[in-house]
């Protein structure tokens, strides 16, 4: 026997199966609802406790065959409790429970909720929807709101005859009410955790269907939008395929619809059969939209997808389970879009993921992957860079480790396995060492339960016949203040793969390095090294002068993207860590002038923002002289405009190099040719393409004077589609007039910015180094405002934006506010922000002193 789990339900009700009939009264802003559930009681009980919040229970009994048990009801609000007191002892067994309930439809954009938009003919249309992932499902009607409880779901919806209604299930029947309503009953569903259920009612309209191999597919939209769905189907129908195909599973739910809510906290919410996504991941005019904004779309839908199984079939059996749940499906979104664009070169970009993973796993308030967790507001802090992005890197490591088709292999057993179950992390890994034979669980706990990540050394004997590989770990050096913790010295198990060059060839050299330090024989001297081959391992590689200028000669020709992607990588990393200067990081920048790649520039022209942040005042003329001298010769060689060979990846890299020299470089031409281009898509929006329309938007707001600042804000509210929306709406962050800033906090708080988007509005004004102790004001003075209007879950992200905090006074009163203004939802993820602030203190420190020397 051991004390109950205060975090847990008792032990001592199963349900199995619940029908439920909802009725939203969508002006009113409540709902009705009522449900019987069949439970198995295990024991005798004179109290039934289940989950329930902010509900009312009108009535409520137990029933089976002709025996009727009736129960009054109390509710403990800390513990998201109802207690059914039974008027009789209830024995063990099967009963069905009985109850009707009342709720409101809130606007916390959790649980059963109101979102709105205005339509095309300017009026303001209402709909309701739900979103129940971690424990909100509680929020819509009384259950076991664990993700263990597994039960099949009758859903029935009672709405007006002119809005649209859909659930998990396919529509069986429609039956017309009285009083202008209909009731829709869906069919019932797999068994699945409660915290996949979904309803949605609204004047919404739906694709036709298109059939992918026996499985109806729809992209459901608001009213007036269905011109913005075709690119949505057509990703969604190829990762249907695709990931059915991949897992050698078939789709375990009958229909699939995808809908877009106006409203919406997260990116999108994989409820079985009936996933739902906030505008910009699912709607788009795919002809005037970015390369990077179609590869987003392409990207949620394939990882929603991809949970149908992953997630939805197979389930964790806790919360901490969250971060398998959320890496594995970001690994397979990279995977599926990566079938469906080769072109986009999806693993190439990963880097820009796994660089951000670094960033955050380099501090000493890193944390391991998977932890401990009791209650599930402990799992809200799962949902960060280090789940998604850091698990689904070390995910691919591991398959590229294993091999792609040993790894699958691994997966269709553990799915296989555990259908319509629930699992721990370790049983994955165990179905991966059972169609393998390697010892995944000991190599992936080494990942998954430590923090941080290691620094790889490599040096080579003067023969050039032995490398000595050693692993310390890494981390970035903080101003004193921040009070950093020394990491954990002990050596992990790392799968270091190497790469060796001579002029007849090349070498991969694949050791697990489990010592502090190994060594490579070579049956011949090499004459350049990779020292993370393809880029798959997540450590970082530090190299001697000579070592690097040796491989970085050779980039353009011996090296892949990633490859390339990594020494940019690598050599921020270690400057970040004070182990490098930064002029050994613009002397690689030089070496890689010819790089035609678009996410290797991404990085490039990333980190070369970053040193522009913390130079000084009087270098910053410098430092645009010879950015300009990087990157104008690049641009040139690209062409003036797209040509019909050229890929959406060379279009996008125009794009990103003009920018970078129009703003980094400060070019006044560039900055005068874009004030043309911004006139121009006034009247013609295919003046020039979408890529160059998107850094069009950026340039001129960064230099915005107020008309053209008001220019934006009105192309923002006229905009016909979510990316042209947040497009103008967030450049307004980006203008470098302080008064102009100003305004730009305050419009946050009114109605022309969506509750969804506030907060991650403001948090990109601080990343414009004239902004950012103005929307610190701002918050300050605004904070009860602020944390009250907006999802609780995007405080965490606002804040994000300290990281970029250089000048040591202001980040003193920051840390000082966050000391009395704790953000409880996020105390891991604000930690390792105002770390992160502490490392660019630092930072500005130092880097002016060597940049002096370096653009000499
Ligand atoms: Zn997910």
Known sequence: MSAPDPNRLPPVARPSHYDLELVPDLDAATFTGVEAVTVELLDDLDDLVLHALDLAVTEAWLERDDQRVDATVTYDTAAETATLHLAQTAAAGTWTLHAAFTGELNDKLVGFYRSTFVDDAGATRTLACTQFESTHARRAFPCWDEPAAKATFAVRLV??????????????????????????????????????????VGPLEASEP?????????????????????????????SLRFLADWYAIPYPGDKLDLVAIPDFSFGAMENLGCVTFRETALLVDRDRATQAELQRIADVVAHEIAHMWFGDLVTMNWWNGIWLNEAFATFMEMLTTDAFRPEWQRWVDFGLARSAAFDTDSLSTTRPIEYEVRSAADAEGMFDVLTYEKGASVVRMLQQYLGEDRFQAGIRHYLTTHAHGNTETTDL?????????????????????????????????????????RQSPFAFHADPAAGAAAPDPRPRSVPVVLRTGTGDGTTVHRILLEEAEA???????????????????????????????????????????????????????LLLA???????????????????DLSVWQRMVGVLGGVERVAGDDQREALAAWTRALVAPALRALGPAPTPEESERTTALRATLTEALARIGRDDEQLALARERFAAL???????????????????????????????????????????????????ADTDDVELVGRFCALVLTDEVRTQDGLFLLRRAFGNRVATATVWRFIVEHWDELTARFPSASVPRLLEGIRTIGDPVLAAEVAAFLDQHPVPQGATVVSQHRERMWVTVALAARVPGQLAAALA
């Open 519 to 573: 060594t490579v024989a070579l049956d011949a001297p090499f004459d350049w090294l990779v020292g993370n081959h393809e880029g798959n391992g997540f450590y970082r590689v530090e190299r001697s002068d000579d070592g690097l200028a040796e491989v970085a000669a050779r980039a353009a020709t011996q090296l892949s993207p990633l490859e390339r992607y990594g020494l940019v990588e690598d050599q921020w990393g």
């Open 682 to 732: 006034a009247d013609d929006p295919a003046a020039v393409d979408a890529d160059m329309a998107d850094a069009v938007v950026r340039i001129v707001a960064g230099r915005a004077d107020e008309a053209t600042w008001e220019e934006l804000r009105r192309r923002a509210s006229a905009a016909r589609t979510p990316q042209d929306r947040l497009r103008h709406q967030g450049a307004l």
């Open 578 to 596: 004070d182990r490098v200067e930064v002029g050994r990081l613009l002397a690689l920048l030089r070496h890689l002038a010819t790089e035609d």
């Open 159 to 200: 709405v007006p005859d002119d809005l649209l209604a859909v659930s998990n299930g396919a529509e069986i029947a429609s039956e017309p009410l009285a009083d202008g309503r209909r009731r829709v009953t869906f069919a019932t569903t797999m068994v699945m955790s409660t915290y996949l259920v979904a309803f949605v």
């Open 429 to 469: 890994w165990d179905a991966i060492e059972a169609a393998t034979g390697e010892p995944v669980r000991q190599t992936m706990d080494s990942w998954i339960f430590r923090p941080g990540h290691p620094l790889i050394s490599v040096t080579a004997a003067e023969d050039r016949r032995t490398i000595t590989v």
């Open 210 to 238: 298109i059939d992918v191999d026996g499985v109806p597919l729809r992209v459901i939209a608001p009213v007036g939008k269905a011109d913005l769905t075709p690119f949505a189907l057509e990703a969604g129908a190829f």
